[in-house]
């Protein structure tokens, strides 16, 4: 599948230590194969952006990794095999934001980011003052303490995706995953939400897995691309060299300028004419 | 990830000021467990105390006091009032409170585990099953009187479990999925099934029909301790288990995708609170006839007055269920004295109205 890895003695990006080795997993729903066999080493301390149009596996590849759907392979993060191992210990090695998550009507934002404490706590035991201290932290540090008793659904949207960040920062995990994280926000509130990841990422130690759609956004913030298309990595690299407006007409069956930005950056433009002289 | 690293300079000042742990909402509030204890103490003694005989309560008290290891007074009461207490009124009392308290957290805890504000402790087959076990005690065992031990509410617990099993097996061959909707479906077959069946047989022994209909209406009419002791440790062991569960079923409130993400067995979770709250509803049901809508109601109520959360929605739901079945019952008793309602009759009366009200109001119906 990796028809397009980059050239020899270009510099890969995050040689470091892997904290996330993703081995040979496959997804399956019924007769539909959603992730086929990928395999992925995630170095420590990373930025990766997981890019591919609708339906390519993203978001099936982190339930897999969290457990959420049933796949066979292997996930490895600090020597466990998240696969194999149970609900608790896998969610202490992986934190997930999800695409949309489900916030319960009326429960306050302290009462959700301690949601994520429930793999630091026994099976049936509830927060002790421990985990009440590290919510009360949290939630200073992502400046929500003023909302700490407001019920989330009364926030706005950038308010409850740092809330829900929040939630998946308290489970301490070494691995953040993030599925489409900016998805329902404005472009100012995705790059503060953006900002606050990738801060988050070096104080916390942090290794960042994230599905993104926005992809101009994502040449911005990741060190390394992997595209996914039809269950499968179809390239893997340094933005310069995923992002090529041949790849994008391929894999997304859309017409972009790849240009580079004033401060050195890339960004996609959605190119309208040839579309149209393309009948497409 | 090291949550103490260092924080950037120029957040300081802002995180300074808010770095004690703010108490968490979720928790059951002081004053709910009182309210809850004082109403389920106050039905418990209009219960005992009122009926075509009234005790006075200072006797009753008495009464109850010089049963205590210890404590000798004398209650004042004839010895057919004592007999009253004893034998009728505080035996009917105790397993209004039991069925009660039982049918109303195996409700909340239903409703939790499916995510389903409608969801009932009847459901997954448990009151068709009870019915086609006791239809066929009714009809085809001899009298009761000619046993040791009435076979009736033994037929009607075998009848629940094999219910809530079949339903069970069916939703899992069938689709092989962990969701729920193919559990809630298969328990609509079963029901449908089991349903059928009952009819079956009762159109064979006619003679049946009005027992039948008297069982399954539901009534707390009960002599003796008997089925108290049968019940006790169903609704014991069930409740407790539940009452464990009350944190978790707050996780799984998010989903069972992220529940599971965020450390739950999720599967295992739903088994054990789908198994206790199935045991001790088979265990009221089969002392107590089908009394209908205590499930949903009771948990309701709490949820309106007391908060989202399961960790007050279940321990007040097992008081507040007490004390409504008991105070339901004493309706049933005086209404038509000395002609008794079925207690199901009064608790349908009341809580089909309400079933309107909870699909009106939005605050109950979650996502």
């Known amino acids: 599948m990796a028809d397009a890895l980059p050239e020899p003695g270009t510099e890969h990006p995050g040689d470091g230590p892997a904290a996330l080795t993703i081995d040979d997993v496959r997804v399956t729903y019924g007769d539909h194969t959603a992730v086929a066999g990928v395999s992925l080493t995630v170095a420590a301390g990373t930025w990766t952006a997981l890019i591919g149009p609708n339906g390519a596996g993203k978001t099936s590849l982190l339930h897999a990794i969290t457990g959420a759907v049933p796949a066979t392979g292997q996930v490895t993060v600090a020597g466990d095999d998240l696969l194999s191992a149970p609900p608790r210990r896998r969610a202490r090695r992986v934190a997930l934001v999800p695409q949309r998550p489900v916030i319960p009507d009326e429960m306050t934002v302290t009462d959700y980011v301690l949601l994520g404490r429930t793999a630091h706590l026994p099976y049936l035991g509830v927060e002790g003052g421990g985990d009440l201290q590290i919510a009360a932290d949290t939630l200073a540090r992502l400046h929500l303490h003023a909302f700490a008793q407001r019920p989330v659904q009364t926030l706005s949207g950038g308010e409850q995706q740092r809330v829900v960040l929040a939630r998946a920062l308290v489970q301490q995990t070494p691995v953040l995953l993030l599925d489409e994280p900016t998805a329902a926000l404005d472009i100012g509130h995705r790059q503060q939400v953006l900002e606050l990841v990738d801060r988050l990422r070096t104080e916390c130690e942090l290794t960042v897995l994230a599905a993104m759609h926005d992809l101009t956004m994502a040449a911005q913030f990741a060190d390394r691309f992997v595209l996914l298309d039809d269950g499968g990595i179809a390239a893997d690299g340094a933005p310069a060299q995923v992002l090529t407006p041949d790849r994008i007409a391929e894999h997304f069956d859309a017409d972009v300028h790849v240009v580079t930005a004033p401060d050195g950056g890339l960004a996609l433009i959605p190119a309208r004419s040839t579309a149209r002289e393309t009948g497409r | ?367």
């Open chain 2, 1 to 367: 990830m090291n949550l103490t690293a260092p924080r950037p300079t120029d957040t300081r000042d802002e995180v300074d000021d808010a770095v004690g742990a703010p108490a968490p909402a979720a928790r059951l509030r002081p004053a709910w467990l009182a309210a809850g204890m004082v109403a389920l103490v106050a039905a418990c003694l209009a219960g005992i105390a009122l009926g075509p005989v009234d005790l006075p309560l200072s006797a009753v008290l008495r009464s109850l006091a010089d049963r205590l290891p210890g404590v000798d007074v004398d209650s004042g009461l004839s010895a057919r009032d004592t007999a009253i207490l004893w034998q009728l009124r505080l035996p009917r009392v105790v397993l209004g409170v039991l069925v009660g308290a039982m049918l109303a957290i195996a409700g909340a805890g239903y409703q939790g585990v499916f995510r389903n504000p409608l969801a009932d402790p009847y459901l997954l087959g448990i009151a068709a099953g009870a019915g086609v076990g006791a239809t066929l005690a009714i009809a085809y065992l001899p009298a009761a009187t000619r046993w040791w031990i009435d076979p009736l509410p033994l037929a009607a617990f075998a009848g629940a479990l094999a219910g809530v099993g079949a339903t069970y097996v069916l939703s899992r061959s069938v689709t092989g999925d962990r969701g729920t909707v193919s559990l809630i479906l298969a328990g609509v077959a079963v029901a449908a099934f089991f349903t059928a069946v009952q009819t079956f047989v009762q159109m064979r022994n006619a003679e049946s029909i009005r027992r039948v209909y008297a069982w399954i209406l539901g009534r707390l009419s009960t002599t003796g301790w008997d089925e108290v002791l049968l019940i006790l440790p169903y609704v014991a062991v069930s409740s407790v288990a539940l009452l464990g569960h009350r944190r978790l079923l707050d996780v799984i409130g998010v989903g069972d995708r992220e529940a599971t993400a965020l450390g739950v067995p999720v599967t295992r979770v739903r088994v054990v609170v789908v198994v206790a709250a199935s045991l001790g509803t088979a265990a009221a049901v089969a002392v107590s006839g089908l009394i209908g809508f205590v499930g949903i109601i009771v948990p309701h109520t709490v949820r309106l007055l007391a908060g989202w959360s399961y960790r007050s929605i279940l321990p007040l739901a097992l008081l507040f269920g007490g004390a409504f079945l008991v105070l339901t019952d004493l309706l049933a008793r005086m209404v038509l004295a000395p002609a008794e309602i079925p207690i199901g009759v009064v608790t349908a009366f009341i809580g089909a109205p309400f079933f309107v009200v909870v699909l009106r109001h939005r605050r109950v119906g979650g996502p």
